[in-house]
Nanobody, 123 residues
Framework: QVQLIESGGGDVQAGGSLRLSCRVSGRTVRTYIGAWFRQAPGKEREFVAA????????SAADSVKGRFTISRDNAKNMVYLQMSSLKVEDTAIYYC????????????????WGQGTQVTVSS
């Protein structure tokens, strides 16, 4: 059973940086993707970025491209989200997720979810 535990959230001023970490335990070779999603108050959950555990290829939402970088460290079983040039609209609960689907295309393709970590960006 894959378990995900996020850390690193907090309060930051606009323009600042923050790094989120996700510890992935129980991962197998069939756990293909690690990802970050977020949900702002009153809004639907949205995809932020994803990384393939084997090879490290990444993808990101247009809203965060050039500002956020996802990475993984397989030896440490960690997935990271480095966030820079933060905006007030980045305020949300950030969730780490993992998928056993080789090419996940929707939220339901992600089998495992963490509890979330709050990121609050103030102006």
């Amino acid at each position: 059973q894959v378990q995900l535990i996020e850390s690193g959230g907090g309060d930051v001023q606009a323009g600042g940086s923050l790094r989120l970490s996700c510890r992935v335990s129980g991962r197998t070779v069939r756990t293909y993707i690690g990802a970050w999603f977020r949900q702002a108050p009153g809004k639907e959950r949205e995809f932020v970025a994803a990384v393939r555990f084997s090879g490290g290829s990444t993808s990101a939402a247009d809203s965060v491209k050039g500002r956020f970088t996802i990475s993984r460290d397989n030896a440490k079983n960690m997935v990271y989200l480095q966030m820079s040039s933060l905006k007030v609209e980045d305020t949300a609960i950030y969730y780490c997720a993992a998928s056993g689907t080789y090419y996940p295309s929707k939220d339901s393709d992600y089998n495992y979810w963490g509890q979330g970590t709050q990121v609050t960006v103030s102006s």
